[in-house]
């Protein structure tokens, strides 16, 4: 006889500061993931909303904002723009190879450098080999680490140029963390064509959607989401498309040039789909 599923407990974190929108407090309700059903309980709730850290899946609960809104791309209608065909013309020599969840000191050499770069003062910087470790390794899900690497003559394994924790869902592949080398001058648009790549891969598999996690309009660190077209957002009445209009506009504010401080501002504080340690309130 079949264990009945038993319906989850959720708890919620204490008022702290947005790491997205400077003055504003954030607040998050989370439940555990564990045991037989953690696969579907994960899928179930990332239709929602939540998004998953290491043993726990998590969505922003707060009291007087709703700026993080869920997006997710349409992968078999996905067209990429002009920019977007050079950085998959660009990287698209790369060795890509579908790992199990597990950390390499060569990974978490590669991300050191990218957090030092790109998020200095961020919540990961102070992050060591073990707690990289349990980002990865600490999955009751369906997981995989992607690996981006530069191709070799003799056919060893090249250089490390790029990684993506990712889930597996059955209705797409969820985005948990990504990083790259962001010094590569030869390697432009990294970032992106690690996206592109989980869209193609996405399509291939006839998997409908890849998930992104969260936009929030008003954080230059968000803003890349809203270039990868059709769109999609998690509203009230549940996922709708993004307005073409709409979106065209923000991609325009996206990609124009940004005073310092903006620029600044979006090498700040913590990323999406970061390891998160939670405390009950």
Not at 48 to 66: E, H, M, N
């Amino acid at each position: 006889m079949t264990a009945p599923i038993r319906f989850p407990r959720f708890f919620v974190t204490s008022p702290a500061p947005c790491p997205y929108l400077p003055g504003r407090q954030e607040r998050k309700v989370f439940t555990e993931l564990k045991g037989a059903h953690a696969d579907q309980l994960n899928e179930a709730l990332g239709r929602i909303g939540f998004r998953r850290s290491q043993t726990v899946a998590y969505r922003p609960s707060c009291l007087d904002c709703q700026a993080c809104v869920s997006v997710r791309v349409v992968a078999d209608e996905f067209k990429p723009s002009s920019t977007q065909k050079r950085d998959i013309k660009r990287n698209s020599d790369l060795v890509v190879t579908e790992c199990r969840p597990w950390a390499t000191d060569e990974q978490f050499e590669l991300l050191t450098k990218y957090l030092g770069v790109r998020h200095p003062d961020g919540g990961m910087s102070a992050m060591d080999e073990l707690d990289y470790a349990d980002m990865v390794e600490h999955t009751p899900v369906t997981s995989h680490l992607v690996e981006y690497r530069e191709p070799t003559n003799d056919g060893s394994p090249g250089r490390l140029v790029g990684a993506c924790l990712t889930d597996r869902q059955g209705d797409g592949l969820s985005m948990i963390y990504s990083f790259y080398d962001p010094e590569h001058t030869e390697r432009q648009g990294l970032g992106n064509f690690i996206i592109l790549d989980h869209i193609k891969r996405a399509a291939r598999d006839r998997l409908p959607f890849v998930y992104l996690g969260y936009w929030v309009d008003g954080s230059p660190r968000m803003a890349y989401k809203v270039r990868y077209r059709p769109l999609e957002t998690l509203t009230r009445e549940g996922w709708r498309r993004m307005d073409e209009e709409q979106q065209a506009k923000l991609i325009a504010a996206a990609t124009a040039p940004r005073a310092r401080e903006d620029r600044e501002a979006a090498t700040a504080g913590s990323k999406d789909g970061q390891a998160v340690r939670f405390r009950a309130s």
